[in-house]
């Protein structure tokens, strides 16, 4: 049975850090590409981030480019978001999601089940 | 930035009608783009990608056609688990910026 669990959500004052962390269990993440995305209350999904299957590639959106980081650790199964400078309008349920096999970007064919991250000015 | 828009916002129908949801892309985007269903509370989950391919597990009532910049995800028969909302993805563009259109809520007339 595939899992992606979320965990590190939380609050956060304006202009401070968090690292989300997303562990993967019943398959190797290493042949996979993995997605962040996220969700303010009551809008849309949002595409934030991008890391490929073989770690030399890494795209972000504009909105988060420079302030956040996406990296993985193969041997730990894990995918991790590095969030720094954060302000309110970060204020989001954000999902781990997963790419289909060997591809940079593709659909995206598993998520898991979502962090929430609170900013409070 | 690829720009991708979906209609209706809101689409009030009965079990049973047909259902038919729209997703207009800025650019050119092949068959490269992908319908997601999610429910209050749960993760979006994929129901097709390739602009037709139904992904696993998902009934044959939902269908997807398109290329280019229009795209159709049709249910040819609502039924009340079908009530939700629905997402469309491009993921064409390179260097990759691959955002979701602002998604159609399905509901209950």
């Known amino acids: 049975q595939v899992y992606l669990v979320e965990s590190g959500g939380g609050v956060v004052q304006s202009g401070g850090s968090l690292r989300v962390t997303c562990a993967a269990s019943?398959?190797?993440?290493?042949?996979?590409?993995f997605h962040w995305v996220r969700q303010a209350p009551g809008k849309g999904l949002e595409w934030l981030a991008v890391?490929?299957?073989?770690?030399?590639?890494?795209f972000y959106a504009e909105t988060v480019e420079g302030r956040f980081t996406i990296s993985r650790h193969n041997s730990q199964n894990t995918i991790f978001l590095q969030m720094d400078s954060l302000s309110p309008d970060d204020t989001a349920t954000y999902f781990c999601?997963?790419?289909?096999?060997?591809?940079?970007?593709?659909?995206?064919?598993?998520w898991g089940q979502g962090a929430l991250v609170i900013v409070s000015s | 930035e690829i720009l991708m828009t979906q209609s209706p916002a809101t689409l009030a129908l009965s079990p049973g009608e047909r259902a038919t949801l729209s997703c207009r892309a800025s650019r050119y985007v092949s068959t490269k783009l992908a319908w997601y269903q999610q429910k209050p509370g749960q993760a979006p989950r994929l129901f097709i990608y390739d602009a037709s391919t139904r992904a696993t597990g998902i009934p044959a009532r939902f269908s997807g056609s398109g290329s280019g910049t229009e795209f159709t995800l049709t249910i040819s028969s609502l039924q009340s688990e079908d009530f939700a909302f629905y997402y469309c993805q491009q993921y064409h563009d390179w260097p990759p910026n691959i955002p979701f259109g602002g998604g159609t809520k399905v509901e209950i007339k």
């Open positions: 999601a997963r790419g289909m096999p060997l591809l940079v970007i593709s659909a995206i064919d598993f």
């Open positions: 890391l490929s299957y073989d770690g030399k590639s890494k």
């Open positions: 019943g398959f190797s993440i290493t042949a996979y590409s």
